[in-house]
T-cell receptor
Framework: QKEVEQNSGPLSVPEGAIASLNCTYS??????FFWYRQYSGKSPELIMF????GDKEDGRFTAQLNKASQYVSLLIRDSQPSDSATYLC???????????FGAGTRLFVKA | GAVVSQHPSRVICKSGTSVKIECRSL??????MFWYRQFPKQSLMLMAT?????????EQGVEKDKFLINHASLTLSTLTVTSAHPEDSSFYIC?????????????FGPGTRLTVT
């Protein structure tokens, strides 16, 4: 079992729709969770991080965390073509000093 | 915001040669730097963690004699791929954090695309 699992996609949504990206993790002791966006050929950029169960909103982005289910998701509202990228879910390991990345979900937003 | 640079951005080398990649924190002191490798359509895989002035800690399966890491100052870490082979072709990304910060506050460099022919 991979430590951080994501559906590789591609996930295709029309412009203006909600894109929903999901991630599960195996380390039950993990406390910090992140979503990064990575454009082709570029390094990742942090979109959001979340520590507590529930929802966290930042602009068009909402991160959701359910530690009991070891599940974290990212919702992108009013999706734009510029949101087309690979979204990486990342988890800080129990020791708190190593970030484990999922393989990423490719998102395409059609204009 | 904090800026991390990498040099070179792209490098092509012949099999058997060595390549050095530099990672610099431009406006903060990076007490810890991480080196990642990313193959096409795959995840970022942590290769090693380097702390200024001490030996790097390598992840399981990463050959420390092949991937030499030197974190000689608070603003510079280097990764040298020795005797490179085509299977070492990958996207190498560094990140840096400053003292007292958790790993999530890591700032990524722009990456270096290595192609070994």
């Amino acid at each position: 079992q991979k430590e951080v699992e994501q559906n590789s996609g591609p996930l295709s949504v029309p412009e203006g729709a909600i894109a929903s990206l999901n991630c599960t993790y195996s380390d039950r002791g993990s406390q910090s969770f992140f979503w990064y966006r990575q454009y082709s050929g570029k390094s990742p950029e942090l979109i959001m991080f979340i520590y507590s169960n529930g929802d966290k909103e930042d602009g068009r982005f909402t991160a959701q965390l359910n530690k009991a289910s070891q599940y974290v998701s990212l919702l992108i509202r009013d999706s734009q073509p510029s949101d087309s990228a690979t979204y990486l879910c990342a988890v800080l390991n129990t020791g708190g000093f190593k970030t484990i990345f999922g393989a990423g979900t490719r998102l395409f937003v059609k204009a | 915001g904090a800026v991390v640079s990498q040099h070179p951005s792209r490098v092509i080398c012949k099999s058997g040669t060595s390549v050095k990649i530099e990672c610099r924190s431009l406006d903060f002191q990076a007490t810890t730097m991480f080196w990642y490798r990313q193959f096409p359509k795959q995840s970022l895989m942590l290769m090693a963690t380097s702390n200024e002035g001490s030996k790097a800690t390598y992840e399981q399966g990463v050959e420390k004699d092949k991937f030499l890491i030197n974190h000689a100052s608070l603003t510079l870490s280097t990764l040298t791929v020795t005797s490179a082979h085509p299977e070492d072709s990958s996207f190498y990304i560094c990140s840096a954090i400053t003292s007292g910060r958790a790993a999530y506050e890591q700032y990524f460099g722009p990456g270096t695309r290595l192609t070994v022919t």
